[in-house]
């Protein structure tokens, strides 16, 4: 049996991955994103979440490894985890009563054929209008300094989100119509990594 390895430290993709019946290894990369460098959402989602696979995949001989990054994109800037509440705040000031699109890079290594996989999920995000104080509020709580786009969808964030167009569990941190595609592309089943 295959392993299925998660190269990311996030609670959110590990859950929706249980989920749908899969205990994956949690081996977080640790990679420095700060190195790179781009201003092309989709690239820099794809690049980032195959440097986290690739980092951790010599430790493993045969397994299946995930790699994803995700940030959120409106009006041509890039955002990803806030740095801290104020940055929190200003964003979510520009998001309120506003769009914005989240994109997954998703990257599976197969190290037992060698195989890669890189595909990436676009979701469009619709956010509420919201006063200052409710943004303050929200910001307070802590969940937005944890995401991509400040905000968490399946948390408190999910009270302002108006709609959303595209792959809900993308918004999450992971695209589950996504994942089976990309296995079934390289050879496996879902159900073969059912625990």
Same mark, same amino acid.
């Given at each position: 049996?295959?392993?299925?390895?998660?190269?990311?430290?996030?609670?959110?993709?590990?859950?929706?991955?249980?989920?749908?019946?899969?205990?994956?290894?949690?081996?977080?990369?640790?990679?420095?994103?700060?190195?790179?460098?781009?201003?092309?959402?989709?690239?820099?989602?794809?690049?980032?979440?195959?440097?986290?696979?690739? =980092? $951790?995949?010599?430790?493993?001989?045969? +397994?299946?490894?995930?790699? /994803?990054?995700?940030?959120? *994109?409106?009006? %041509?800037?890039?955002?990803?985890?806030?740095?801290?509440?104020?940055?929190?705040?200003?964003?979510?000031?520009?998001?309120?009563?506003?769009?914005?699109?989240?994109?997954?890079?998703?990257?599976?290594?197969?190290?037992?054929?060698?195989?890669?996989?890189?595909?990436?999920?676009?979701?469009?995000?619709?956010?509420?209008?919201?006063?200052?104080? =409710? $943004?303050?509020?929200?910001?307070?709580? +802590?969940?937005?300094?944890? /995401?991509?786009?400040?905000? *968490?969808?399946? %948390?408190?964030?999910?009270?302002?989100?108006?709609?959303?167009?595209?792959?809900?569990?993308?918004?999450?941190?992971?695209?589950?119509?996504?994942?089976?595609?990309?296995?079934?592309?390289?050879?496996?089943?879902?159900?073969?990594?059912?625990?």
């Amino acid at each position: 049996m295959v392993s299925f390895i998660l190269a990311s430290a996030s609670p959110a993709r590990r859950r929706l991955l249980q989920m749908v019946g899969i205990e994956p290894i949690v081996r977080p990369s640790d990679f420095d994103e700060s190195q790179i460098q781009l201003s092309n959402p989709e690239e820099l989602v794809n690049t980032l979440a195959q440097c986290k696979a690739q =980092t $951790i995949a010599p430790e493993f001989t045969s +397994g299946l490894i995930m790699g /994803c990054d995700s940030v959120l *994109a409106i009006d %041509g800037n890039i955002y990803g985890k806030p740095a801290n509440e104020k940055e929190a705040c200003d964003r979510w000031q520009q998001m309120q009563g506003h769009f914005g699109d989240l994109y997954t890079g998703h990257v599976l290594i197969d190290t037992c054929s060698h195989q890669t996989l890189v595909k990436c999920q676009i979701t469009r995000v619709y956010f509420a209008p919201m006063s200052r104080d =409710t $943004i303050q509020a929200y910001v307070a709580t +802590g969940e937005p300094l944890k /995401c991509a786009g400040s905000f *968490a969808l399946e %948390g408190r964030g999910g009270l302002f989100v108006e709609k959303i167009e595209g792959c809900h569990s993308n918004v999450i941190g992971l695209s589950l119509p996504l994942l089976r595609q990309m296995l079934t592309e390289m050879g496996y089943k879902v159900t073969d990594f059912w625990q």
